[in-house]
DNA sequence: CTGAAAGCGCTTACAG
DNA sequence: CTGAAAGCGCTTACAG
């Protein structure tokens, strides 16, 4: 609690030239220093100074080279120009091809588009307990609005932050009700996939998804199985768990009941997929010749070196930078309270062709 | 200057149930706010609490699911527990294999370790102005203090920093007096490329560097020449300047002067290293067997596909992720106002093998 | 059209 | 050992 902020040996106060404030300029103007807070801030409450006195005012700041302190400026109530980067679970991509990068960048991206300075709370690896990931949830204030980022978020301190009124955004889709988030419509995707593969004369199927309730997930299998059931593709024993360790015995039964496509899903542990990949190349089978395979989103490294396979593994690609672009839109709809902003944001995932869909293999 | 900090349409306080503040506190444990700010921060000036009264205070805390608020502890003069980045050119590595990046994860993963937020600063990228660039380094000062980065740094903000006493540190070597740094030792590790060539047997060779006078550059011209003298390489005619556009020419030129090495540099743009692959790709030259090369630097992208390469092209790493790593850890010495702290770190660069280091070719 | 005042939530001497 | 006061640099009603 008390310590969430650092104590400092000493005051880190600037010890040399003071940086000018609003009361300098006042000086320098012959102004009150609460005028020259209303020129320099602009003209909003319709309050009209005389072009004169914005003159001096513009003038001294100028000289003076003053520029408003942020955080002074976010403490009377007012924005500062920060959005928050909150991200669960393992905090940063460190990895360079780490599947949340994309989405950074977007982020990025459009923060620095729309002139806004973004904190990146770092909080998140460390705090195991429910405690401290309450008190780096709340640090989030600093910022005007904050994004999250995740698949699994303490709800508790975010639901405090919503009944605070706190401006927030998820990056992928929520279930619990009155949150807004930009997320991939992976039911669609997953759906088209599996129509891809029915359409090259699969019957039976499997899809490989990872032990993990999340919503991503949830939707994903929620994809296939409807795009499986219209497409005529068998739905019994169709959806299969696993936490990536046990594949290799799957994988046998499965041949031997005369699966011929398995869909798998890639999510931020990668072990559904990397398990599958490995085991498909222990039994020497190649893609699509004797097995056909898909991928629900995006490898976060290229996953057909494992294969073999020279290609892109077939499937679709999810949207992460635009998701993270849109994100930053919504939220600064958000903070500007924009009258009725479209709080919840699906965007389409491309289909990736990918090498390794094809028709079934002769039976055996 | 006023348009530093965006206008709200409407104030964004939060309009729920209010946050509980130190007063709040204050009240349910029937002492002063003072009081509360005193146990929750420390014994810091030696002064010594009741243990009863902390204790009624930490417990009302507790209960109240107090955190302080980032922004009044920061305004009061003491830490926020935020550092700064402020990268300089094209904002943010955008690239996926952006040379960058790894950077970015070092600073992310010390901040993390040492319990600090980081915010971006994205203004960089838009300001093209001096002006825009100086309101924007001056909100840097919402941090506990800043890292920079970037090989072009408009210095009159920085200094304006300085002489304010404002903590931070270059990532990268700096001319400039009286600035912390962390760097590469390029110096030596461009010294130790010349020398392994010159053991292969070379002697006449080439330094294509690029057009830019950023300290990286000069350590690296340095070390070539000085570790080429030493080792008996020929230094008339060693080193050349290119953007990257006219690589065609000049090696034809050397190949004709009977040069049987080149050696190039990694910078931002790859302008030098992306012309020379490229011109060595077109003269339909083989690394090492018609020509050796050597990399002065981590590229972004595997450059060796350009080449028909399958190895790494020779040379160096640059441990940019411990450079991130260390230019936090040098920061909080700062911010903490650690006696004497080094202010200058340069980190050694590992030796790459790679495949494109071999003996000369058999003479024309 | 501008000034004086209060307040954002905290820290820090300074008195008691 | 604790309280009352001032102040960090700004914004925002509210008076004039």
């Known amino acids: 609690m008390s310590d969430t902020v650092p104590r400092p040996s000493k005051p880190s106060r600037p010890t040399g030239r003071a940086k000018p404030r609003q009361s300098d300029i006042a000086r320098a103007a012959g102004v009150s220093q609460a005028t020259v807070s209303l020129v320099l801030r602009g003209t909003e409450s319709g309050v009209v100074l005389a072009a004169e006195t914005r003159r001096r005012v513009l003038r001294a700041a100028e000289e003076l080279g003053y520029?408003?302190?942020?955080?002074?400026?976010?403490?009377?109530?007012?924005?500062?120009?920060?959005?928050?980067?909150?991200?669960?679970?393992?905090?940063?991509?460190?990895?360079?091809?780490?599947?949340?990068?994309?989405?950074?960048?977007?982020?990025?991206?459009?923060?620095?588009?729309?002139?806004?300075?973004?904190?990146?709370?770092?909080?998140?690896?460390?705090?195991?307990?429910?405690?401290?990931?309450?008190?780096?949830?709340?640090?989030?204030?600093?910022?005007?609005?904050?994004?999250?980022?995740?698949?699994?978020?303490?709800?508790?301190?975010?639901?405090?932050?919503?009944?605070?009124g706190f401006p927030f955004v998820y990056i992928g889709r929520r279930d619990e009700p009155g949150i807004s988030y930009v997320g991939a419509d992976y039911v669609a995707a997953s759906a088209e996939v599996a129509v891809r593969i029915a359409e090259q004369g699969h019957r039976r199927v499997r899809?490989?998804?990872?032990?993990d309730d999340a919503p991503a997930s949830t939707d994903r299998e929620r994809g296939v199985v409807e795009g499986a059931r219209g497409a005529g593709i068998e739905t019994a024993g169709l959806v299969e768990r696993t936490d990536g360790g046990d594949v290799d015995a799957r994988l046998a039964r499965w041949r031997d009941a005369g699966v011929t496509a398995v869909i798998t899903e890639e999510t931020d542990t990668g072990a559904a997929l990397s398990g599958l990949t490995?085991?498909?190349?222990?039994?020497?089978?190649?893609?699509?010749?004797?097995?056909?395979?898909?991928?629900?989103?995006?490898?976060?490294?290229?996953?057909?070196?494992?294969?073999?396979?020279?290609?892109?593994?077939?499937?679709?690609?999810?949207?992460?930078?635009?998701?993270?672009?849109?994100?930053?839109?919504?939220?600064?709809?958000?903070?500007?309270?924009?009258?009725?902003?479209?709080?919840?944001?699906?965007?389409?995932?491309?289909p990736v062709p990918g090498t390794t869909i094809g028709p079934p293999p002769p039976a055996r």
Chains 1, 2 share one sequence.
Do not use: K, W
Request: some cysteine; charged content about 20%.
């Open 207 to 211: 899809y490989l998804r990872e032990n």
């Open 278 to 350: 490995a085991a498909i190349a222990r039994a020497g089978l190649s893609c699509p010749g004797d097995l056909s395979l898909a991928l629900l989103g995006t490898p976060a490294a290229p996953a057909g070196a494992a294969l073999g396979t020279a290609g892109e593994i077939s499937g679709f690609s999810v949207p992460m930078r635009e998701m993270g672009r849109a994100a930053v839109r919504l939220l600064l709809d958000l903070i500007e309270g924009t009258p009725t902003p479209r709080r919840h944001l699906l965007l389409a995932c491309a």
């Open 67 to 164: 520029v408003p302190d942020p955080v002074a400026t976010r403490l009377a109530a007012a924005r500062n120009g920060m959005l928050g980067l909150y991200t669960f679970s393992t905090t940063f991509p460190t990895d360079v091809a780490h599947s949340y990068y994309p989405v950074l960048v977007g982020v990025e991206e459009e923060a620095a588009a729309q002139g806004q300075d973004l904190i990146l709370f770092t909080g998140a690896s460390r705090a195991a307990d429910t405690t401290s990931h309450a008190a780096a949830v709340r640090r989030v204030r600093a910022a005007d609005g904050c994004l999250f980022f995740g698949r699994h978020v303490p709800d508790d301190p975010i639901r405090r932050l919503s009944d605070d």
